[in-house]
């Protein structure tokens, strides 16, 4: 099929440039989309044989669920049973933003989101392209990040394309997303409520709303089997072979730079994702994701910086993991941990 391309001003969309995209997730056409976390691949929600064509467009296994996009809380209440009054407060706060909640499904939604089982989840997007697209469309949509499984996540309209291109009826271009990796999923039919996949929104800032809230066990220990569907499967992987350092600043960069002068002597084409600052390395290609100190820079830029050393040719990478300490550097090194298939070495 031809992919339409539709620009929009990301912060300020004009309505009438929309229109074409909506009417085609209206008509059950798949449309990919910016989000505040990454680009979505949109379909309406509630049209089964809309939705079966992202499993086909994505090669994503039918046991994976979809996650349902609203326009606001009123628009999330048809499709879940018996909400808890006393969630509001969560989602009044959090939404519109990136934060998706699992909760018991109603008759409305189709088998095929939710993979058979009998939850839903559901997120409103606060990116303004994501909302006025979902308000124009008149549905939810149902929308999982717009990449081929397993590859990184897109989070700009080049990336989606590259995986997208004639598998998609339109791609809505609104520039760069803001945060990068995708949203905190938490699970609230069960009390306390359980993390099933980390993201901007934090376990410290979800316990404020959901006391005794908890990470799935499979996020702290690697033998867990996780709860959520999407979690097992082999993610975010560049085709390089990428390895994380975490530690005292000057240690990793040290080791990635001696890292990197053996892979070359070597034969291998390198690459280095680093930091601001400092001594660096003679790579093929070094990348920078700002400073230690902003995370949110880094998290930005780390799925379009793995796409980057495939597109370079890069055979293998090494990167400045997230200092250790806050829980916004974890949900980042649950990412980068993924890419790497597990290469994550700890210096001093
Ligand atoms: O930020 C995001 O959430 C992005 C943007 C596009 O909104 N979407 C996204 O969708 O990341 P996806 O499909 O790539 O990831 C959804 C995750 C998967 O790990 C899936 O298994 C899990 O949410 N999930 C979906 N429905 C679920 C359910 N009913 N119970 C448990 N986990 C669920
Ligand atoms: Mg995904």
């Known amino acids: 099929m031809k992919t339409e391309y539709v620009e929009v001003d990301g912060r300020n969309p004009d309505s009438a440039a929309l229109g074409r995209p909506a009417e085609i997730l209206r008509n059950g056409g798949l449309v990919a989309f910016p989000t505040e976390t990454v680009y979505g691949l949109g379909a309406n929600g509630l049209d089964g044989e809309a ?9 994503r296994p039918a046991d994976n669920p979809l996650i349902l996009h609203v326009a606001d809380i009123e628009g999330m209440k048809p499709l879940v049973r018996g909400l808890d009054e006393g969630l509001i407060p969560l989602l009044e706060a959090a939404w519109p933003g990136p934060l998706t909640v699992v909760l018991r499904r109603s ?4 088998d095929v989101v939710t993979a058979g089982g009998d939850t839903v989840a559901v997120r409103c997007p606060s990116h303004p392209v ?4 979902i308000r124009l469309a008149g549905v939810s949509v149902a929308a999982p990040s717009a990449n081929r499984s397993g590859r990184p996540s897109p989070t700009n309209a080049k990336d989606v394309l590259e995986d997208m291109d004639g598998r998609v009826d339109c791609v809505v271009d609104g520039g760069a997303c803001a945060i990068g990796i995708e949203s905190t999923v938490v699970d609230l ?9 980390p993201g901007f929104y934090t376990e410290e800032y979800l316990g404020r709303f959901l006391p005794g809230v908890t990470l ?6 690697d033998a867990a089997i996780p709860r959520s569907p999407g979690q097992k499967y082999r993610h975010y992987a560049p085709k390089a072979r990428l390895t994380v350092y975490v530690g005292e600043p000057e240690t990793v960069r040290r080791r990635i730079i001696r890292e990197i002068g053996e892979a070359r002597a070597r034969g291998k084409k390198a690459g280095a994702l680093l ?6 390395p003679e790579a093929d290609l070094v990348l920078r994701q700002g400073t230690r100190e902003d995370l949110v820079a880094m998290s930005k830029g780390l799925f379009s910086s793995l796409r980057a050393f495939d597109r370079a040719g890069v055979d293998v990478i090494f990167a400045e993991g997230a200092p250790r ?3 916004y550097a974890r949900s980042i090194m649950n990412r980068l941990r993924k890419s790497a298939s597990g290469r994550v070495i700890e210096l001093g």
């Open 107 to 110: 008759e409305l939604v189709p």
């Open 216 to 221: 799935d066990d499979a996020l702290v220990d």
């Open 325 to 327: 300490g806050s829980e």
């Open 51 to 59: 939705c079966r064509k992202i499993f086909a467009a994505k090669e």
């Open 130 to 133: 994501a909302r006025e697209l």
């Open 275 to 280: 930091f601001e600052g400092g001594e660096a």
């Open 189 to 197: 039919t069960e009390t306390p409520a359980v993390i099933l996949r």
